[in-house]
Antibody, heavy 114, light 109 residues
Framework: EVQLVQSGAEVKKPGESLKISCKGS????????IAWVRQMPGKGLEWMGI????????RYSPSFQGQVTMSADKSINTAYLQWSSLKASDTAMYYC???????WGQGTLVTVSS | QAVVTQEPSLTVSPGGTVTLTCGST?????????PYWFQQKPGQAPRTLIY???NKHSWTPARFSGSLLGGKAALTLSGAQPEDEAEYYC?????????FGGGTKLTVL
């Protein structure tokens, strides 16, 4: 069974750093790209970018380029999304999803508040 | 960049049939854009109902089907149930990037 399990909810202050994770199981993790998707409160889905877990090649949406960093550790079947300096406007639910077939993680709620 | 269009809201009667559509400002939606359809209920993660235009997952109820219709991708719900009330998003695949539509709020009433 294909599963993507994400790390738990985070509460951070503006300016802090953060790294959330997405662990895949039930398939060959390096075969399919992993996408990250943002959903701000009460809003729709936004594609942030995608990473190839096999070689860590990334493609970012222009809206998120330079704002976040995607990475992966294929030895532990895990993809990551990180921020170096959070802003209040980063408050959202973040989902990872396998690029083919559309298998989704359960989401990680990130709250940034002073 | 393409903008993906969806009806903002639709209403269907219980047992009725409704078609949601997914268009693109760049032209006709074709199978090579690998249309996806996602269902999202309040407080839940999105769930993929349809991928690659018409492929279903094991969890996709048989009453949902995907197709191409009149230059758009379409999600047809035949025999709507109260539990089908949700937000539905489509996505098209442009150069390894998903572009999401704004979502259709489906009411079963």
């Amino acid at each position: 069974e294909v599963q993507l399990v994400q790390s738990g909810a985070e509460v951070k202050k503006p300016g802090e750093s953060l790294k959330i994770s997405c662990k895949g199981s039930g398939y060959s993790f390096t075969t399919y790209w992993i996408a990250w998707v943002r959903q701000m409160p009460g809003k729709g889905l936004e594609w942030m970018g995608i990473i190839d877990p096999g070689d860590s090649n990334t493609r970012y949406s222009p809206s998120f380029q330079g704002q976040v960093t995607m990475s992966a550790d294929k030895s532990i079947n895990t993809a990551y999304l990180q921020w170096s300096s959070l802003k209040a406007s980063d408050t959202a639910m973040y989902y990872c999803a396998r690029s083919y077939g559309g298998f989704w993680g359960q989401g990680t709620l990130v709250t940034v508040s002073s | 960049q393409a903008v993906v269009t969806q009806e903002p809201s639709l209403t269907v009667s219980p047992g009725g049939t409704v078609t949601l559509t997914c268009g693109s400002t760049t032209g006709a939606v074709i199978s090579g854009l690998y249309p996806y359809w996602f269902q999202q209920k309040p407080g839940q993660a999105p769930r993929t109902l349809i991928y690659d235009t018409s492929n279903k997952h094991s969890w996709t109820p048989a009453r949902f089907s995907g197709s191409l219709l009149g230059g758009k991708a379409a999600l047809t719900l035949s025999g709507a149930q109260p539990e089908d009330e949700a937000e539905y998003y489509c996505a098209l695949y442009y150069s390894s990037a998903w572009v999401f539509g704004g979502g259709t709020k489906l009411t079963v009433l």
